[in-house]
Structures are given as C-alpha cells and as structure tokens.
C-alpha cells in the first residue's frame, strides 16, 4: 500500500493509506468508512481550484487494489492456520480414542473379578480352586450371625438369672434388694428394665405363690402340698411386687410432673415411653388430663351460674327481637378451649411418643366434661326461659361449636401446620355429634319448633280470632256450610292458646310473651276482652311477622336437622304455615268478607262495601306465602319425591281455595252493585226527561238518580282501588262497566223525552260515561261505554240529523246480552237498527212527519 508514496511527487493523485487495524477496529463502520474515502476525494478537488473537474477515481482504485492484495495475503495465512489446528485436532481424538479403549478394559477386568468375588462368597462347595475362597466369604457371615445369636441367648441367661435371683431373694427374704439397685441408678433404660422384671416376677408369683394370690392350686392352708409339708411363709410377694410397682409407677410419675413443670419434653418423652412399656400408658395418660391446670380450673368454675342478663334473656325469648347469640359463659369456655387445644396439642406431641392417643384422650375430657356441663347449664337455663329461649341457645350453641370444631380441623393440632390427621377429624365430629343427639334426636326438635310456632302464631292471631267467633254468622245455607271447616280450625286455634296459658309448665317469661304477641293482659277474661273491627282485617304486617318466624325456624331446622329428615321436617313447617296463616287467616278473612257481600245482594239500603279492601292484603299475603313455600320449603324437599309432590300437592290445594274464596267475593260485589244501579234506577221518575221549565232544566246538573248513583260508583271506584290492582282490576271494572252500560242503556228506552228534556238526558249519560271511565277498561269496553254518548244525541238533533245518523248504523249486534237489546250486552261501537228506532219512538215528537219520515227510512 506504500508504493504509491514513492518519491516526492506522485504521477497521479495518492490515496489514503490503510492497514489491517483499521478494518479490525470493533467500531468500524462501513458507511463511515465510505463518507471518509468521498470526502478526502472531494478535499482534493477543492485544493485543486477546478471545482467543475470530474472525479478522479483512479487514487481510490489503486487503494483497493492494495487493500485487496492485503486480504488475499491474510486468508492464505488464515488458511494455513486452520490446517495446523485440524491436524491437532485429529490427533488428539486419535489419543482420546485409545484413552477409552483402555480404560474399558479395565472396566470389564474389574467387572470380572467383582464376579469372580460374588461366586466365591455365594458358592462354597465349589469344586474349583476358587471354591475355598468364596467359602470363606460366607462361612464369615454364617459366624457372625451365630454370634448374634449366641450374644442374645447370653443376654437372654443373663435376665433369667437375674431374674431367678430377685424371685429367690422375694420368695426367701421378702425384699426386692437387687431391682432396687436398678432402679436407684436411674436413665430411661434402667427404668425400663425395672419394669419389665417386675411385670415377669407377678407373673412368676402367680403360678409359684398361689396363696398370695387366693389361690390353691394343690396348696393347703396348713402348708401341705401333694403330700409333703411345706414351712409356713411370712411375707406375701403379690403385695411386695404391687407396693413396689406402685412405687416404681409413682415415681415415674411424679417424674413426669416436674418435667411438665420445667417444660423438660424430652424427659417427658423418656418417662411416658417407660410407662406405657409398664402399663400401656394409661396412668400418665391420666395424670396428664386430669391434674391439667385448664381442667381444676373448669372444675372450680363448673357451679357458677350462667352470666346471661334478664335483659338479654328476655330478648332471647322475645321472637321480634334478634336472638343475641351464644352465652357468655359458654362462648369463653369455647374460647379458651380452642387457646388450649392448640397450646397443648404442641406439648403432646412433644412429650408422648404415642401423641394422638393422648390427644383423643384429652379432646374427649374437654368436650365430655368442660363443654357439656356448661352446654347443659345453659340449655336448662333457656327452657325455663321459654321455649323459643331454648331452641335460640341451642342453634347458638351448636353455631359456635361447630366453628370450634372447624378451627381445630384447620389448625391441624399436633399435625400444624398440616390439618387434622383423618382419625382426630373423625373424634372431633364424634363429639360435636354426641354434644347435640340428646336435643335433636328422633322428633324431638322438630316438634319444639312447631310448639313454639303454634304458640307463636295463636298469640298473634288470637284477637283476630276472638272477632271473628263473635261475629254474626249466617245460620244455614251454604256460606255455614262453606265455612264450617274454617271456622273449626279458628276456634282450635283460639282454644289451644287458652289451654297454653292455663298450662302449669309454661314459665313466666313465656307467659309473658304470649300476652304481649297477643295484645292481651293476663287479667282479662275471654268473654270481656274488646276487639275492633281493625283487629278482624287482614294486615301485611301480621303476615310478615309469621313468615319471619317461620325463615327462623326454617334456617335452625336446617343447621340443627338431619340432612335425611330435612324434607319431612319442611313438610311439617308447610303444613303448620298453610293451616295458620293460609286458612285461619286468610281464608278466615275472605269468608267474613263473603258472607258479608252476598248479605247485600239484595239490600233494600245502599250496600256497605268496606269488606273490599281486605282482598288486596290477602292477595299479597297469599303471593308471599306462595313464593316462599315455592322457593324455599319445597326446594328443600327435593331429595325426598314423594314429600316433595305431598307439598306441591298440599300448597296447590291451599291456593286455590284462597283464590276461589276471593273470585266469589268479586262475583259477589258485581251483584251487590249491580242490584244496586238497578234499584236507583228504578226509582227515576217518568216525567223527569218532560221538564216543563226550561230554566229549571238548564240550572240542574243532573237527576237526582244519575247523581245517586255516580256517587255510589264513585264511592266503590276508590274502594275497588284499594281492593284490586293490575290486570285483576282492569278485568273486573270491564266487567262490572259491561253491566251497568247495559243497565243505563236499557233504561234510557222506558221513558219519553222532550226537546228540554234531551238536554236532561245527554247530561245523566256524560256524568255516567265520565263516572264510568275512573276504572281502567279495555279498549273494547270503552268503546261500549262511547256508545252511550249516542244516547243523548238522538234526542235533542232535528230530523235531517237522525236521517244522517241513521245511515251509519249497525244492522245486527255481534254479541247480545241478557234480556236487553242487541247492543246492551255487547261491545259494539255503533248502534244497531232496533236500538236506534227505541230510542227515536221515546221522543215526544216521534209521531212528526220528519220523525216518522227517518223511521220509515230504517
């Protein structure tokens, strides 16, 4: 790359000069490295003075030239590099190849003497020179197992010696001198063995020292066994044995205790371990559990009375109030049980190698002995409170209980951080269950729960009932014959809460409860005690009170209850509900307000319809009980078909009776107001509609009669408003409306009217068309009511009007009604041929050529 830089001037312009490093460079660039070789060229030109002469490439040219010669020379050395480190690297496989070669070799040599070992140890009687090598190898084992074995027969002669030497030396002197020895030189191990021997020497004494034992076995009292005579024994070795057992247990017991003191676990270990060798553990087992500080503690406490206010106790039994939850006394037993358990499960799984009898041991005495006895306490306390009282604490109770028992399963015990081992998970449930059979076992439960309802329910009802047995019932018939059975379930009801409150077991705050649920005080007498007609109607209010009562119920039934007896104890709860408040309440209700409305069909007085707006209540109650039996107390019957379809059955049944009591109470009233308009409008005068006095006619609003009854429908308007609502009340009005239009219409037809008297007319029909749309109709029904209108119309224009009018009539009516014209009954929207000539002839000018001229037309 030099050459060109020969000289002091060169023939043609030089380039720049490169070496290897500038290509080596990590930053080398090749877009940098092209703007340098464009900029020197264009440098030189600038130098040069020509700045319009063409680029000279001929410097660069000879740049590459160089810098590809260079390349050249470096990939032949690259080349020849690469062809040295190939050679290497052939050679050095070669010599690794070898390498394995030869130690695979060794490999398989070892391979074969470790086998050639293996024979020589397993196969003795070889024939072979090998044979007496490999007999060596297993002859060797052969003596160290006989050696084993010789060793435990010496040990074996060892005990038996020391033992027929501590038998001799009871049997002769009446001491135990050589195992007391033992025992003084203390450790687990010593502790052991001295109470092995002493459990082999009672043996011993049984079958050697019978009279010890109250046993003659060939032994006589005066000393003469099979023939031969015995010298008399002073000391009696069961005793000796027994007091020294005693001794041996006591010690290691009262060991054990001072170690729990010093939280020592391994000398508890140690000691537990020896015990449960002695006597399978069952003493220390005992001291532990019964001398627990928790336990004499309880003990001391177990007289306390239960620490529940009267305030609280009274809330408890009163069944608008929310029950207060667990007592006090037996929530901080649960309490500390759980603080303990966990405490102690750490310390027994420490000091007992046979940990979990231990702690089922210990679980049994909390719950068997701590947490029954406080249960029972407050249970007992609650049943004299009242019966609600008792059924609240023992839902209670077994709440907290059980979220004892589930925190104990999570925790894990002597298995923290693990849950509870399968076995202690079971003792747990055991106990939970054994805590609550004696309560809910057979129907036991379930009848204290509809006990209390039925207190419950005839407290709330018994005013209701008390109006409703004094009120005026039809004496025959079929309304008596319809509410006979009603009427019997309401006077048992009535009846059963007397005979309650004259009970001699029922306690003073359940007395007092009952009064107050029914609004009475305990000196009234049956006969004295004033109701009021509210206290006979239905209310919400009422009804949601027993259906809370009832949830409650329900929600105990199904915490307390066997899943298996869940469907049967529901179907009770449906029939307790369908009875009280499906029959004596509802049912009751709308009988009163039936008899009440067919009473006055036939009134000769304008009818009272008060008893209307006692439906709407029971429709609500009745919608709410139907929901609830429905979503709740069937669905919880599904696990049993046969219940199931028994409540379905049942609630149907119920139902249905409520509605049919309800339709005939609202068939009932169409006939009560119907016989009514029709009463009043009999009494409309025949000259009303042929006024003589025009001014009067103008002054006056309307007749007498039309103003009567819009007031009378107006009256029934705002009670069938709080009656009905809906679709019910839409049906109904077009109903009643279809009547009463047939009614007005036909009644139009009796009387004649003049031309004053037109205007008399058209006035009645737009007060009874106005007072008639207050109700919400159908369409259909309110072109009927339209068509009245019509009326008015046809006596006041001239007779080029009716000629008009006639063209647009209806030739026959599509439905006709009872007893009346072709429109009467029907929902035509316009009059037909006949209705239209009755009305036209009722016209004082009926008989004028024009009048006469437009019904010849018809």
Same mark, same amino acid.
């Given at each position: ?131 007496? @090598?490999?007999? @060596? ?15 435990? &027969? ?13 038998? $001799? ?9 050589? =195992? ?117 503690? +309880?003990? /001391? ?56 009898? *231990? =702690?089922? &041991? ?12 406080? !249960? ?112 019997? $379930? ?54 949601? +009170? ?62 009272? !319809? ?40 049942? #609630?149907?049944? @119920? ?6 009591? #309800? ?33 009067? *006619?103008?002054?006056?609003? /309307? ?9 009378? !429908? ?57 007072? $008639? ?28 009007? !009716? ?17 009346? @014209? ?37």
């Amino acid at each position: 790359m030099d050459r060109a830089s020969v000289g002091s001037r060169a023939l043609f312009p030089r380039g720049p000069s490169f070496t290897l490093e500038d290509f080596s460079n990590k930053d080398f660039s090749v877009r940098d490295f092209v703007e340098d070789l464009a900029e020197s060229a264009v440098s030189l030109n600038r130098r040069s003075g020509t700045t319009q002469q063409a680029f000279d490439p001929k410097p660069l040219i000879r740049t590459f030239e160089n810098a590809l010669q260079g390349l050249g020379n470096l990939s032949e050395e690259l080349q020849q590099k690469e062809s040295d480190l190939l050679s290497q690297v052939r050679r050095a496989e070669i010599s690794h190849d070898q390498t394995l070669d030869t130690l695979g070799r060794k490999l398989d040599q070892s391979i074969t003497q470790f086998e050639a070992l293996d024979i020589t140890l397993n196969n003795p009687n070889g024939n072979d020179r090998s044979s007496r @090598g490999e007999a @060596g190898g297993n002859i060797a084992v052969q003596i160290g197992e006989k050696l084993e074995e010789l060793d435990r &027969k010496r040990r074996r002669a060892l005990d038996a010696n020391f033992l027929i030497q501590c038998w $001799l030396q009871l049997s002769e002197t009446g001491e135990l001198t050589s =195992l007391q020895n033992i025992q003084r030189q203390g450790g687990s191990e010593n502790k052991v063995r001295c109470a092995v021997i002493a459990q082999q020497l009672m043996r011993i004494s049984q079958r050697l020292d019978p009279a010890s034992w109250d046993h003659t076995n060939g032994v006589n009292r005066n000393g003469v066994t099979n023939g031969t005579t015995e010298p008399e024994k002073t000391h009696n070795t069961r005793e000796i044995l027994e007091k020294f057992c005693e001794t041996l247990e006591q010690e290691l017991l009262k060991q054990f205790n001072n170690s729990y003191r010093k939280q020592n676990f391994d000398d508890m270990r140690e000691c537990a371990k020896v015990l449960y060798d002695f006597n399978g553990g069952a003493s220390v087992i005992a001291v532990f559990v019964n001398q627990h500080q928790f336990f004499i503690d +309880r003990d /001391q406490l177990i007289t306390d009375e239960v620490t529940m206010d009267g305030d609280t106790w009274d809330q408890l039994a009163d069944p608008d109030s929310e029950p207060p939850g667990v007592e006090p006394s037996l929530q901080s037993l649960i309490d500390e049980v759980r603080i303990i358990m966990q405490e102690e499960s750490f310390i027994i799984k420490r000091a007992f190698p046979y940990y979990e009898t *231990v =702690l089922i &041991k210990f679980i049994q005495r909390v719950f068997q002995q701590s947490i029954q006895q406080r !249960l029972e306490m407050v249970l007992e306390k609650a049943n004299t409170i009242s019966t609600l009282a008792f059924l609240r604490s023992l839902h209670a109770s077994r709440t907290y209980i059980s979220a004892l028992i589930e925190d104990l399963k999570s925790h894990g015990l002597t298995e923290h951080p693990e849950p509870c081992s399968a076995q202690i998970t079971q003792i747990l449930d055991q106990q939970m269950e054994e805590l609550f059979v004696p309560y809910i076992m057979s129907n036991s439960y379930i009848d204290r729960e509809k006990k209390s309802l039925e207190e419950l329910f005839n407290s709330l009802l018994f005013r209701f009932n008390i109006y409703h047995s004094r009120r005026k019932k039809a004496p025959t018939g079929f309304m008596a014959s319809l509410a006979q059975q009603t009427n019997q $379930l309401m006077a048992s009801a009535k009846d059963a809460y007397l005979e309650r409150l004259e009970s001699s077991d029922l306690t003073p705050t359940q007395k007092a409860m009952m009064l107050r649920v029914a609004r009475v005080q305990e000196t009234d007498d049956n006969n004295e005690i004033e109701v009021t007609e509210e206290e006979g109607s239905l209310t919400t209010a009422n009804a949601k +009170r027993m259906m809370t009562w009832l949830a409650e119920s329900v929600r105990r039934t199904l915490e307390l209850g066997s899943q298996s007896d869940t469907p049967k104890d529901v179907a009770i709860l449906l029939n307790l509900l369908m009875t009280n408040m499906g029959q004596v309440y509802v049912e009751t209700a709308l009988e009163a307000a039936l008899e009440k409305a067919t009473s006055q069909e036939n009134s000769k007085t304008e009818p009272d !319809l008060s008893y209307l707006p006692s439906i709407r209540p029971a429709v609500t109650i009745t919608s709410i009980m139907s929901r609830f039996i429905s979503q709740v107390l069937i669905r919880l019957a599904e696990s049993n078909t046969t219940v199931r379809r028994s409540m379905e059955a049942q #609630a149907k049944m @119920g139902i249905e009776a409520i509605e049919k009591k #309800a339709n005939s109470i609202m068939k009932s009233t169409v006939d009560v107001i119907v016989n009514w308009v029709t009463k009043s409008l009999g009494q409309q005068k025949k000259l009303d509609f042929l006024p003589k006095d025009e001014l009067g *006619v103008v002054e006056s609003l /309307q007749t007498p009669t039309c103003t009567s009854i819009c007031l009378f !429908l107006s009256r029934c308007t705002k009670l069938l408003n709080q009656s009905i609502d809906g679709q019910n009340l839409e049906v109904f009005s077009s109903e009643l409306t279809l009547a009463i239009q047939r009614l007005i219409f036909e009644h139009f037809k009796k009387f004649k009217v003049n031309a004053t008297g037109g205007l008399m007319v058209t006035k009645d029909i737009a007060k009874y068309v106005a007072t $008639l749309k207050e109700w919400p109709l159908s369409k259909e029904v309110e072109a009927a009511v339209e068509l009245l209108t019509e009326i008015g119309y046809l006596f006041i224009i001239g007779p080029e009007a !009716l000629r008009e009018r006639s063209r647009n009539l209806a030739a026959t009516s599509s439905s006709s009604g009872g007893g009346g @014209g072709g429109a009467a009954g029907s929902t035509n929207r316009k009059l037909v041929k006949a209705d239209f000539k009755a009305f036209i002839q009722n016209r004082d000018d009926a008989k004028s050529a024009g009048v006469q001229s437009v019904l010849a037309s018809l």
